[in-house]
């Protein structure tokens, strides 16, 4: 995980010709805590720079005489190695911060600054910054566990497991190792990869006072590429919700990420859904398998489905938030296919019908993932899983 002392020694190079300004912005952020500050007023010498100290953000002013931020941005992406060019854009016309951002830029502060928001912006951009940089670590690993599948003999074989145990500990630590307290609400979650690795995830985040988001996912494929891409998608997702970005801006990203990075075969199904203390919530559903939601009062399940893309296909695709309403005593059951594709000896599959009637059932006393689980232990019969298995339970419990 990124500490604070991580963030606060992350190198910062301050770009601007007046001088007056570069005092005031070294002043804000020295005051913030930050300990590697550098500054230039020569534009010419920003790209050197960068190119020999790698800094892990940049504010940029656009409007220089002689060399304009644009070109400074266009001259850096030669030069970065890393997915976005760490650049927070400085500017006072409105006009320029569309184009900033199609430029490269992460994002950008008005002129005269808000110091609230100028701290904040810098801190967003640098945790995005460092969680990306751990993550290509992680995947680096996973990629080298990958290669050591080839290996064939007694040793190679032995090695091969001690890596794979190492990427299982790496994709669970990614997973939550608790499920956070939500007022008025009993969450519950269980993941199984088919191997040691899968493509299936889960998260919870508090995202104010009272409220949360929770979210599951299914990444296509199964075992080490799954889990690649599944790592890559929890990583900026953390990221993106952690620095405050709105939950369908969020995925509007990942899915632009997705597009450009991902084999074209690679997708990812997703249900994420905010919830409030009184059980006001809404869900976006990116293709993702029907999500039941059970009514205590009456009984009766509902099915909140569907009607849009997968991530990671369409760089065009848009998604639309739905209302929905937990009373007490509700619960919200959201679960990959391999819980209801998963198969016995003779290649019958589990179904829904069986998942509904485990949730009409036990939903309403909070014992639903212990049945759930031994219902699914008793129709298998020890036969061999085929798919993740992954399911998240929010029962609203006052």
Same mark, same amino acid.
């Given at each position: ?24 912005? +070294? ?12 500054? /230039? ?25 002689? *060399? ?6 266009? !001259? ?36 005269? $600054? ?28 996973? +990629? ?20 794979? /145990? ?11 190792? /608790? ?6 609400? +009993? ?36 075992? *080490? ?45 997703? $249900?994420? $859904?905010?919830?409030?203390?009184? !059980?006001?919530? +809404? ?32 760089? $065009? ?10 009373? /007490? ?21 589990? !179904? ?47």
């Amino acid at each position: 995980m990124i500490a604070a002392t991580d963030i606060l020694a992350a190198k910062i190079l301050i770009v601007d010709d007046k001088e007056a300004n570069v005092l005031l912005l +070294e002043k804000i952020l020295r005051i913030a805590g930050y300990t590697s500050v550098h500054s /230039t007023t020569d534009p010419n010498q920003v790209c050197e720079l960068h190119r020999n100290n790698s800094y892990d953000l940049i504010l940029l002013d656009l409007q220089m005489p002689g *060399m304009d931020g644009f070109q400074i941005m266009e !001259g850096l992406k030669g030069i970065e190695s890393r997915a976005n060019v760490p650049v927070l854009v400085i500017t006072a016309q409105p006009a320029h911060k569309l184009r900033a951002l199609e430029a490269g830029a992460r994002d950008f502060v008005s002129k005269p $600054f808000d110091l609230a928001e100028l701290r904040a912006r810098v801190r967003n951009i640098l945790e995005v910054r460092l969680y990306s940089d751990e993550l290509s670590d992680t995947i680096k690993l996973l +990629e080298a566990t990958r290669e050591t599948l080839r290996l064939q003999t007694l040793e190679e074989e032995r090695h091969r497991e001690r890596e794979l /145990t190492l990427a299982q500990q790496t994709q669970e630590s990614l997973l939550p190792s /608790t499920l956070p307290a939500c007022e008025n609400f +009993e969450i519950q979650a269980f993941s199984q990869p088919t191997r040691y690795v899968g493509g299936d995830f889960y998260d919870v985040l508090h995202t104010g006072p009272g409220q949360w988001m929770g979210l599951l996912a299914d990444v296509s494929g199964k075992g *080490m590429p799954a889990a690649l891409l599944s790592s890559l998608v929890l990583g900026a997702l953390s990221s993106e919700f952690r620095s405050g970005t709105r939950s369908l801006e969020a995925l509007q990203r990942v899915n632009k990420l997705l597009c450009e990075k991902s084999m074209p075969a690679q997708f990812v199904t997703l $249900f994420q $859904f905010l919830l409030g203390p009184d !059980g006001t919530g +809404e869900f976006i559903s990116a293709a993702h398998n029907v999500a039941y939601l059970f009514r205590a009062a009456t009984g009766k399940i509902e099915e909140l489905a569907s009607d849009s893309y997968f991530l990671g296909m369409f760089d $065009f695709a848009a998604w639309e938030p739905r209302p929905f309403h937990l009373n /007490t005593g509700d619960s919200l059951v959201v679960y990959s296919d391999g819980l209801t594709d998963a198969e016995n000896p003779r290649h019958e599959c589990f !179904g829904e019908q069986r998942l509904r009637d485990i949730v009409r059932t036990h939903a309403g006393d909070g014992s639903m993932k212990e049945a759930l689980l031994h219902e699914l232990a008793a129709f298998t019969e020890g036969a061999p899983q085929n798919d993740d298995i992954t399911f998240l339970l929010v029962r609203k419990s006052s």
